[in-house]
């Protein structure tokens, strides 16, 4: 443990000190889980809370890859230090996927962009714990923005973008039906919606589709600011700039609403839920490993005497 520490404070060190690749080898880390990761997490925790943390999610086939390496290379290209973080439904075992993300980034790497990909699948408390511990080790070293890329719309990609202070999520025309879209939660994560290959048929009508669910959520009473929604088209870069501003604006209204607070206090909340909820079930998958089998009694009772034994209701009264 001693060792491990020390290997890890040097990392730290170093990456305090701009060195990229301490920088990885702890994303690494902190991707494995596990004890390493946890000291990762008290390590950077004091250094962490400066950037804006920007989520871009949508369904697949959406451009999501195009237009967060053009937006990552603009930033980059404009003084900033950028980060992407790109959640990959790829295995770890066979790259697949994490190698495209790669190629379309590399003008993005090339102009300073810091481009890190990481699988869904394969990570000891799941991806709840793995990306806010990823982004935290971006944001202590002087990564800002840091750009969480998902791999689609479904609840877990929902969960990670939630993850966020800015949720851009990207469709295209033909992209389905509101319901579909209420039902992936789009609504409620949405702080910015990009209609992407804006040059082609359709792309209006979402606009149009769009707006009109807007307006719904604004009636019901869901939304806190009215989403913006922008016109792109990534491949030929038009739009880049209105979407760069509409980043900069909600990032704005954040601060001056003094709403960051709000966010990062429900992120901070949610890790810890992930965190507790993945150490108990990593303590009941033990009793019941160890449960001496009896069918007399119910599956019932007998985890009802579990969680008692767990949480020590019994001494507690």
Do not use: C
Request: no cysteine.
């Amino acid at each position: 443990m001693a060792s491990e520490d020390s290997t890890i404070n040097s990392l730290v060190e170093r990456a305090s000190e701009g060195d990229r690749r301490s920088v990885a080898r702890l994303l690494t880390l902190v991707e494995r889980g596990g004890v390493s990761a946890e000291i990762i997490a008290e390590a950077t925790h004091p250094l962490a809370g400066k950037s804006h943390v920007i989520g871009i999610t949508g369904a697949p086939g959406a451009g999501k890859s195009t237009l967060t390496a053009s937006l990552a290379r603009d930033l980059a290209e404009s003084d900033h230090t950028p980060a992407v973080l790109a959640v990959d439904p790829s295995s770890p075992l066979t790259g697949g996927a994490i190698l495209g993300d790669r190629v379309r980034m590399e003008e993005a790497t090339e102009a300073g962009a810091f481009i890190r990909s990481m699988a869904t699948r394969g990570h000891a408390g799941g991806l709840a714990l793995a990306v806010p511990g990823m982004v935290r080790v971006f944001d202590a070293f002087g990564f800002n923005p840091v750009i969480i890329e998902t791999v689609g719309v479904g609840q877990v990609e929902v969960d990670v973008a939630s993850a966020a202070d800015t949720v851009v999520v990207v469709v295209t025309s033909g992209w389905g039906d509101a319901v579909q879209a209420n039902k992936a939660g789009l609504l409620e994560i949405a702080d910015l919606f990009v209609v992407n290959k804006a040059d082609r048929p359709g792309a209006n009508d979402a606009r149009r589709d769009l707006e009109l669910m807007i307006d719904l959520s604004q009636v019901t009473g869901q939304a806190v600011r009215r989403p913006e929604i922008v016109m792109t088209t990534a491949t030929e870069g038009k739009g880049l700039n209105e979407l760069k501003e509409a980043v900069s604006e909600h990032h704005q209204f954040l601060i001056q609403e003094d709403q960051m607070p709000l966010r990062r206090s429900k992120r901070w909340k949610a890790e810890v839920r992930s965190r507790l909820e993945y150490l108990l079930s990593e303590f009941s998958k033990e009793s019941i490993d160890n449960l001496e089998e009896n069918q007399e009694s119910s599956p019932s009772s007998v985890a009802n005497d579990l969680a008692k034994n767990l949480l020590k209701k019994d001494e507690l009264g």
